[in-house]
């Protein structure tokens, strides 16, 4: 049985779906369950209790807030055979902390880690304004990251979960372009088909919103990412097509696929 923790969120929900259709017996957990693939079973559930009975791999996602530390949980994986950790990009880079690659690299599991780069379903955040205005406001306009659809983390933590070969590697997860705020917000225009304005913002109105939703650190270390990104951060990494076989999916791509949230 395979285990996918985070099992509602933006990585973890394509992932159930993969896998069921893969022929998988596979255990949905999340904090709160809604609606599950036929014959995936669905547990509530967070790392603090999580039982891993009958888990022969699991897909690992460490929620925000969650303080650890990390090896009693990884103590009660003692049955797992394979665990692949959502990790992020900025562990790599030197902006976050190595703490859980670390705990997982030393828990005596065989392991995959996963790096991805920011996701293209933050774009997200501009649905309200897009549907009601036409308009994307954000600050860095012309600054390009190399966003990633969260279906392709997605699809590379199936196939490390679902083959040996994977074992003690981390993965660059990446977009195959960067993008900047100015040319997702295009993107977002053709997928509505109407042209959508875009708002330049300073760093301290950016920042105002982002405190909405994050600690300050937080807030300010994004900032940095988003507006003065290292040159590892722009880099396009070659690690989904090697693990898929194709090209990664474009931002316009995920654009277009998810345009009823902005219609």
Avoid: C
């Amino acid at each position: 049985m395979i285990m996918v923790v985070g099992a509602t969120g933006n990585v973890g929900e394509p992932l159930v779906r993969m896998l069921s259709a893969a022929g998988e017996e596979v255990t949905a957990v999340a904090r709160r369950i809604t609606t599950v693939p036929p014959g995936v079973v669905a547990r509530q559930g967070d790392l603090a209790t999580l039982d891993f009975d009958g888990a022969s791999a699991v897909f690992l996602l460490v929620p925000p807030g969650f303080e650890g530390p990390l090896e009693p949980v990884l103590a009660r994986a003692a049955g797992v055979r394979r665990v692949v950790l959502l990790s992020s990009q900025g562990v790599g880079t030197g902006r976050h902390p190595a703490v859980f690659e670390e705990a997982v690299q030393a828990s005596g599991l065989k392991w995959t880690v996963l790096r991805p780069a920011g996701f293209a379903s933050n774009a997200f955040q501009w649905a309200e304004s897009v549907r009601a205005r036409r308009e994307v406001a954000a600050p860095f306009a012309d600054v390009a990251l190399p966003v990633i659809d969260p279906e392709d983390i997605a699809a590379v933590a199936a196939a490390a979960l679902l083959d040996a070969s994977h074992e003690g590697k981390t993965y660059e997860l990446t977009g195959p372009a960067a993008v900047s705020p100015r040319e997702q917000a295009a993107a977002i225009g053709e997928a509505v088909g109407e042209p959508v304005r875009f708002v330049p913002q300073t760093r301290e109105e950016a920042r105002a919103v982002l405190l909405g939703f994050m600690p300050p650190p937080v807030a300010e270390s994004t900032l940095d990412i988003l507006g003065t990104p290292t040159p590892a951060e722009q880099r396009v990494s070659p690690d989904v097509s090697r693990v898929l076989g194709r090209p990664a999916r474009p931002f316009a791509e995920w654009a277009s696929r998810f345009a009823g949230a902005f219609k």
